[in-house]
């Protein structure tokens, strides 16, 4: 198993530009999110999802959207990237809500 | 406002130490998780715990509810211990999670 998988590892966008993290596991679990970790803070949920179609967003959702129509794939789309959005962002997994979640590797992103 | 308190941010031990960092929370909670994060950036979930005591190997994980608060201790600590370790707790109202800021240990020969 692969476990969690992200694409890219690394980023660079300008100011206004999209594009779209993609996020990818393959244990079938139903629970999946998106965090943005940046310097000095924790981890914060953008949006996570408890199945396929079903998203909802979480602590930091705005400038950012998902969707899910598969169980294995929940990519994060940067609608008009600005540079507050320059984070390290981490894709997640678990089986359902109640239990461990599987970190992907992150993907590093800046927005000039 | 945050949620999830560590201490403390860093921690410098001798090999072989024995090494203790601390959670506090302030909502109610159904879970505590603690994870590593290693120089690399990985992110690695060590212990799930929603009462009582969980050990693996030299590490040990504490939770008392009442108190709200978590402990993770290290025994014989090692180089290779070295990461940042970050407390984490899964609301119970809601599919929220809350995270500390990390405590960065480092472990010297």
């Known amino acids: 198993n692969a476990g969690v998988t992200q694409t890219p590892k690394f980023q660079v966008l300008k100011t206004g530009q999209s594009m779209t993290l993609q996020c990818a596991q393959d244990?079938?679990?139903?629970?999946m999110s998106w965090y943005r970790q940046d310097p000095g803070m924790g981890l914060r949920l953008i949006h996570y999802?408890?199945?396929?179609?079903?998203?909802d967003q979480g602590e930091v959702p705005n400038g950012y959207n998902v969707s899910r129509s598969t169980t294995e794939d929940f990519p994060l789309r940067l609608l008009s990237a600005a540079p507050s959005q320059t984070s390290v962002y981490f894709c997640?997994?678990?089986?359902?809500?109640?239990?461990?979640?599987?970190f992907g590797p992150g993907t590093r992103l800046t927005v000039l | 406002k945050n949620e999830v308190e560590q201490s403390p941010q860093n921690l410098t031990a001798q090999e072989g130490e024995f090494i203790t960092i601390n959670c506090s929370y302030s909502?109610?909670?159904?879970?505590l998780h603690w994870l590593q994060q290693h120089p690399g950036g990985g992110i690695v979930s060590l212990f799930m715990?929603?009462?009582g005591k969980k050990k693996h190997g030299r590490l040990i994980a504490t939770i008392n509810i009442q108190e709200k608060h978590s402990s993770l201790h290290i025994t014989a600590s090692h180089p290779r211990d070295s990461a940042v370790y970050i407390c984490?707790?899964?609301?119970?109202?809601?599919?929220?999670?809350?995270f500390g800021t990390g405590t960065s240990l480092t472990v010297i020969p």
């Open positions: 715990l929603s009462s």
């Open positions: 999802s408890v199945g396929a179609g079903i998203t």
């Open positions: 997640a997994s678990s089986s359902d809500y109640y239990n461990e979640q599987f």
């Open positions: 244990m079938n679990h139903e629970y």
């Open positions: 909502v109610g909670i159904s879970a």
């Open positions: 984490a707790v899964r609301s119970n109202t809601g599919n929220q999670f809350y």
